[in-house]
């Protein structure tokens, strides 16, 4: 596994403890015209500093940044993709509200960007390195796109889920419950 998929630090964080176990996403500007694809099966987070990324989350105004580490980057998960849905109605997004940290004016902004009305969703199950991958900062990890190429994991690096299976489930099923599927 070698691709990262750059996501705001707090959300890795929400990701990374369980809190989290869903992506939605428009795109990064890279992206071209096609917009975003969840096109890797599984990936690793890679945490962005944002600094305006507080005030987009549903989180009190205080909420410091984590500290990422200069010259190098620190990825701490990898993500399973369970599924994905192209969203098209923005009441059915609104009520996922309850499993995300984006706020919704965010989420709206990206909803109707260029007149496109959708957003992409995946759900997730989220693993723990361990240890923990670090590695040199480098360019080609910079710029607006959603995925970048990784050095390759050291052997022996395992993953831990940060869900059991049945609190997995749960969440999967009031996910699939809030868009209406059953």
Do not use: N
């Amino acid at each position: 596994m070698d691709v990262g998929f750059k996501e705001w630090a707090l959300v890795c964080e929400a990701l990374g403890d369980g809190r989290q176990s869903v992506i939605l996403r428009k795109g990064g500007i890279a992206e071209g015209r096609a917009g975003f694809l969840f096109k890797h099966p599984e990936f690793l987070l890679f945490p962005t500093l944002f600094h305006e990324q507080v005030s987009k989350l549903k989180l009190p105004p205080d909420t410091a940044l984590p500290c990422l580490p200069q010259g190098e980057h620190s990825i701490a998960y990898r993500v399973v993709v369970e599924w994905t849905r192209d969203l098209t109605d923005w009441e059915q997004v609104r009520r996922l509200d309850p499993f995300h940290l984006w706020a919704e004016h965010l989420i709206q902004e990206r909803f109707v960007y260029e007149g496109k009305r959708s957003v992409s969703l995946a759900f997730v199950r989220v693993y723990r390195l361990v240890p923990t991958f670090v590695f040199p900062d480098a360019p080609q990890y910079g710029g607006c796109r959603s995925w970048v190429d990784l050095p390759e994991l050291p052997q022996g690096t395992r993953f831990v889920p940060v869900l059991d299976e049945e609190a997995h489930r749960d969440r999967e099923a009031a996910v699939l419950f809030a868009l209406g599927e059953i």
